[in-house]
């Protein structure tokens, strides 16, 4: 072994840039070990390095090419200390024990209470006490101030980071960042302390700038201002926090391309944000903003949005610069209309506007040529809009509006439509139109005003769903639309051909309304069937019921009424009815003549005022489905847990805040549970022990966890989840 040179290195010694300027080749030959000698007086800021296996030449020649002026040879002979003078012994920043600057001979006495350059004793400066024992410890530069305590986050995470350049902190119940995960980059890592020597297989010198953080799922109010020692950030994740502001620094991430700070509870975005020019993903959906920064246009590589679920009342006409965005998610806010310029965002491929109070959608909206899904449900729209060059949409979903007409200039350009869904409306007629839309695929027409369908309809070769429950149809049997899509198409080619009826009048079928023929009776007699539906009836006549005395009835339909009672009457069905619709009524109660239906096995009693069910309901043991959609419970109705036989729960769009699990993993034939738009807090673990569900909808209501993006693959995904998370 050949001791050969030493630099006088300072604390650069310790940087990784110092390390850095290492070649591989050269690791094995290289040893640090602190000061020089124990008889040298000791100085903090002084390592000795040295080169093993190599001669003194090549030594010398080596260390002057890694180093240069900070090489110092050792040689015999007086030797300086290179500290500055009063700065207390500070290591880290070029201090000296003392603030001595006076030459020793290699052999000198050690310090005493006095200096002078002839006996080499120095007066002990500011900081002098720190100093002196750092000057006993050989590693004193090397090691950590006392005053850090250590740090909050694993070490092992930290030297992970500094590896991969990427740190996830989620889900550690953080009130606020630790300020050594800000200067991850700057400080001297922990494990420099530790390990001096250069040829460690752990090269911790050999850093990577962090370039992605995630703080999800914490407690953080705020962020410092510090993120900014973090330029070479390309990802911040800080979602599902308590977060009410974000700080300025933000805006010099110049890196940044994605920022997520969902669900949280901002009120405002700073304007320096919009200052970040590669940004492409900006999430700020589940907060409290009420306006956004004018100059938002300035995010011009922002290629998506999402702004659903806060409380704007418009969006800047700065949108239209944002011509490279994507997706845009603008529901769930309090928006009365879109600007005319958001049709200049040429790359817009989806757009979401639903749950807002929109009555008219910008005309220009139909240029938006990369347009493919466009979302308008839930808002108060009466009519659509041509879309005359939207050749590229496949989806639109206007449900739950006002809509009452449904044109021929509406549809005959849609070329690509695959999906359709206007339920919930007002619609009267479908145009014969509807036929050029050949790559149609789902059609819902539910819960409107039609009363007949076009036969043409029957050449949608492509169509696979087709929903028109809750209409009036005049031409098509019940029974018919609940054989399913391809036999109700398959029925309509069959008919295209057929003669009109000679006096123009439809035939009387079996959803003929009782304003057309006062009692059906053929659809009494063949089809079993009752029905006396929108009406805006208070009370059921009694020769409807009169009618069916000799004549058991297996379906009755009393949907759409002004009804504010279970009609008494309708015990004397209970033999024979298996299918009751009392949907559409004010009915606040359920009257025990219900209870007595022991043949039920299809209820439904929707879009009423129901807070309760009776316990006497548990007696209707064949009960299948129940449809309570639309009402106003506030817990889930007890007797249902009771109710074995129950395959199907509709609960949607209620106000219940927590369900059972325990007692509905007992309900073992339920494959069917709609919780959708309640106020469900949580959903509690032991609901994934629940293997007979098929489907489970949970949509809409406040809990957060689990994430959307877990309840949009499925209910086999919920359930799994829910499951690994019940405690062991």
């Known amino acids: 072994m050949s001791l050969a040179p030493s630099a006088t290195l300072g604390s650069d010694a310790r940087s990784p840039a110092f390390y850095k300027n290492i070649p591989p080749s050269m690791a094995p030959h290289i040893r640090a070990v602190g000061t020089r000698s124990a008889r040298e007086r000791p100085c903090p800021c002084r390592i000795e390095v040295t080169l093993l296996h190599l001669s003194t030449v090549t030594a010398s020649s080596t260390a002057k090419a890694l180093w240069g002026d900070a090489f110092v040879p050792a040689a015999p002979g ?28 290699r052999g000198a006495a050690p310090p005493g209470p006095a200096c002078s350059a002839s006996s080499g004793r120095c007066p002990p400066g500011p900081g002098s006490q720190m100093a002196a024992r750092r000057a006993r410890d050989s590693r004193a530069g090397f090691r950590r101030p006392e005053a850090d305590l250590g740090p909050a986050v694993p070490q092992g995470l930290l030297r992970a980071a500094r590896k991969s350049g990427q740190l996830n902190l989620a889900g550690r119940g953080l009130g606020e960042v630790p300020q050594h995960v800000w200067r991850i980059n700057l400080d001297t890592p922990e494990e420099a302390y530790q390990n001096l020597s250069f040829g460690a297989a752990d090269r911790w010198w050999e850093q990577t700038d962090l370039t992605k953080l995630i703080l999800a799922s914490n407690k953080l109010q705020s962020l410092s201002e510090d993120v900014k020692l973090l330029p070479a950030l390309t990802v911040l994740d800080v979602h599902d926090n308590q977060l009410t502001s ?14 997520d700070v969902s669900h949280n509870k901002l009120r405002s975005i700073p304007e320096e944000l919009t200052q970040l020019p590669h940004l492409k993903s900006l999430l700020l959906q589940h907060n409290e903003l009420t306006h956004l920064p004018a100059g938002f246009g300035q995010l011009v590589n922002l290629e998506e949005l999402d702004l659903s679920n806060n409380h704007l009342t418009d ?24 600007p005319a310029d958001i049709s200049a965002m040429k790359s817009l491929r989806q757009l979401d506007c639903s749950k807002n109070y929109l009555e008219t959608v910008p005309s220009k909206i139909v240029t938006m040529a990369s347009l493919e899904q466009l979302y308008l449900r839930k808002n108060k729209l009466r009519s659509l809009p041509e879309f005359s060059s939207c050749k590229l949409l496949k989806e639109l979903h206007a449900g739950e509006n006002q809509i009452e007409t449904l044109n021929a200039e509406n549809l005959k350009h849609l070329n690509s439509l695959s999906v359709l869904e206007l339920r919930d409306n007002k619609i009267k007629s479908v145009p014969d139109e509807i036929t050029l839309l050949q790559k149609l695929e789902r059609l819902d027409l539910a ?36 054989k399913g899509t391809q036999e109700l198409l398959k029925y309509l080619r069959s008919k295209i051909q057929d003669e009109p009826s000679p006096t123009g009048e439809p035939p009387v079928t079996a959803m003929t309304l009782p304003s057309e023929s006062r009692i059906n009776m053929h659809a009494v007699t063949s089809l079993k069937l009752l029905e006396y539906s929108e009406k805006q009836a208070a009370v059921i006549p009694d020769e409807m019921f009169d009618a069916v005395r000799s004549h058991p009835v297996a379906t009755a339909n009393f949907s759409k009424n002004q009804l504010s009672e279970v009609p008494p009457r309708i015990v004397e069905l209970k033999d024979s009815v298996c299918d009751v619709n009392l949907g559409f009524n004010r009915i606040s109660s359920i009257s025990l003549e219900l209870c007595v239906l022991h043949k039920l096995t299809h209820l439904d009693i929707r879009n009423n005022f129901l807070t309760s069910l009776p316990e006497e309901m548990e007696a209707l ?17 007890s007797v ?3 109710m074995g036989a129950l395959e199907t729960i509709l609960l949607s769009n209620n106000q219940v805040g927590s369900i059972d699990p325990l007692q509905l993993k007992n309900m073992d034939k339920l494959g069917t549970l709609d919780l959708q738009n309640n106020d469900l807090l949580q959903v509690p673990p032991e609901l994934g022990n629940c293997e007979t569900l098929r489907t489970l909808l949970l949509e809409g209501n406040p809990f957060r966890t689990p994430r959307a993006a877990i309840l949009a693959k499925g209910t086999a995904a919920v359930l799994e989840y829910l499951r690994s998370r019940i405690p062991a």
């Open 246 to 259: 974000l700080p300025s620094a933000l805006g010099q991430l110049e890196n940044l391309q994605k920022l």
């Open 447 to 482: 819960n409107n005003d039609i009363s007949r369908l076009p036969y043409t309809l029957g050449n949608l070769s492509q169509l696979k769903f087709l929903a028109l429950e809750g209409n009036p149809l005049r031409t098509i049997r019940r029974d018919l639309l609940q």
């Open 640 to 642: 249902l847990y009771r």
């Open 621 to 637: 043991a064949r009960l299948q489905i129940i449809n309570l959609s639309f009402n106003r419970f506030k817990v889930f109705p």
């Open 315 to 338: 969006i800047p006409t700065s949108f239209a610069l944002l011509i490279n965005l994507v997706r845009l998610n603008l529901a769930c806010n309090q928006l009365k209309s879109l």
């Open 78 to 105: 007086p030797l300086r200390c290179r500290c500055r003078a009063g700065n207390g012994g500070a290591v880290g920043r070029g201090g000296g024990v003392g603030g001595c600057q006076h030459r020793q001979p």
